[in-house]
């Protein structure tokens, strides 16, 4: 069975555009030219993946993709953003709300049908649950004990591993140092609260522009921020 793809896109000859290469690429397609409509239709449908534009009449992309991603019932319905824009902020707010892809107008349609078919592949392997894509860029294996960034395994030592495993475990929680210490070695340890700061700078290394997700909050701990907000 061909999987299921919603675009919601308000410029007529974009959309028939990206129906037509889908269409050609063994896809089911549905188009629709403001998200409200296609909102609706997701009640009543099962759909595979969502392209939506930033830039619609009425509710636009952003507002979409985040209620998306809040609703149990489709935050896991992977979706692909269209912009116009390569405002860093925007792709920020969209990581931020849980968009799993972007692509920047104008773009090729091969290009588009490859994320499609990226993304979706990425999402039935993250479906084992024990993978997490924080980004397309970066994905922590928790099977492996890998974690990948822009596709490359970073060269991590399993205590680093752990304070990862640990801070993403409840993105923007703040673990203080004691706690992280109990997580990482036991009571029964007697390592100082320093050591900490050293493995999360040398972690912060490896993960190259991702370490700012990675945040000290002054006199408290740490903890993991996907917006990367101070
Ligand atoms: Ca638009």
């Known amino acids: ?12 000859d974009i959309l028939e ?7 050609a690429a063994g896809f089911s397609t549905k188009g629709f030219e403001r998200a409200e409509p296609m909102l609706q239709s997701l009640k009543v449908s099962a759909v595979d993946l969502i392209i939506l534009d930033v ?5 636009d992309g952003m507002e979409v993709c ?16 269209l912009t116009a824009r390569t405002d860093i902020e925007d792709k920020v707010k969209g990581l931020e ?32 649950k024990n ?9 922590i294996d928790f099977n492996r004990y ?7 395994r970073a060269d991590i030592t399993l205590t680093e591993f752990k304070i990862l495993q640990l801070l993403t475990k409840r993105p923007s929680w703040v673990y203080n140092r004691s706690q992280m210490l109990d997580y990482l070695w036991g009571t029964d340890k007697v ?13 912060r290394e490896k993960l190259g522009e991702f370490a700012i997700m990675i945040q000290n909050i002054r006199g408290v701990g740490y903890r993991f921020s996907v917006g990367g907000e101070e």
């Open 1 to 12: 069975m061909s999987k299921l793809l919603y675009i919601v896109e308000d410029e007529a």
């Open 17 to 23: 555009l990206v129906l037509m290469k889908l269409e």
């Open 55 to 59: 830039m619609l009449p009425g509710m």
């Open 66 to 81: 985040q209620k998306l991603k809040s609703d149990p019932a489709t935050e896991n319905i992977p979706v692909i953003m």
């Open 97 to 128: 709300y849980g968009a799993d892809d972007y692509i920047t107008k104008p773009f090729d349609a091969k290009e588009l049908v490859a994320r499609v078919k990226a993304v979706l592949r990425r999402s039935s392997w993250e479906s084992s």
């Open 131 to 139: 993978v997490l894509s924080i980004t397309p860029d970066f994905v």
């Open 146 to 152: 890998e974690v990948l960034i822009n596709g490359k």
């Open 191 to 203: 390592v100082i609260e320093r050591t900490i700061d050293v493995h999360i700078r040398n972690l």
